[in-house]
């Protein structure tokens, strides 16, 4: 990674925690400390799960899950990282390469003006390190994702009807090929 990028993803990393701080100022000068402390249990969990992500010493992975809601626009996603995760360090740029892949299908996948909210699960599913990602919104056009599923490092792809027109997309990735 260049200077320039880590200068960037430290400047949209201090946004973020800088918004934190803001809402929690906001709510606090209301005096609703319900949600203020609402919001500091929010940051915490976030700033553990960002822990345990790093914690994997999967940099390029890392980066990217980090970069995620500022490089994709139409798609936001949450993370969580279990504690016991076999080492998968050597797979670090294969499986940064394969979440882009997904994700480019699932761009084709999606409705210009949609916005998907998703969750990035790090986690073993059968004794096997597996990356699950969860997609909700309006799709069109299966057959990226049915194509994607066709991939040696994609263990499964879900498909949920929910109500108002809406799917829940969920591909399971191995993170050890």
Not at 74 to 83: G, L, Y
Not at 101 to 113: G, I, K, N, R, Y
Not at 147 to 172: N, W
Request: aromatic content about 10%.
């Amino acid at each position: 990674m260049e200077y320039h990028e880590v200068i960037t993803l430290l400047g949209f990393t201090r946004h973020e925690w800088m918004n934190r701080l803001q809402l929690l100022h906001s709510y606090s000068k209301l005096g609703k400390d319900e949600k203020v402390q609402e919001k500091i249990e929010e940051a915490i969990h976030l700033a553990d799960e960002e822990r345990k992500l790093s914690n994997l010493n999967i940099p390029e992975t890392f980066v990217w899950i980090l970069s995620f809601n500022w490089t994709y626009s139409q798609f936001r996603i949450k993370f969580q990282v279990e504690e016991s995760i076999p080492k998968i360090w050597e797979y670090d740029k294969r499986i940064r390469e394969n979440l882009e892949a997904v994700v480019d299908a699932l761009t084709e996948s999606a409705q210009e003006m949609e916005l998907y909210e998703g969750l990035l699960h790090i986690k073993t599913r059968e004794e096997e390190p597996v990356i699950e990602m969860s997609f909700v919104g309006t799709f069109t056009g299966w057959d990226n994702l049915q194509l994607i599923g066709q991939k040696d490092y994609v263990r499964e792809v879900k498909i949920e009807s929910l109500p108002e027109k809406k799917s829940r997309c969920t591909i399971v990735l191995a993170c050890n090929i």
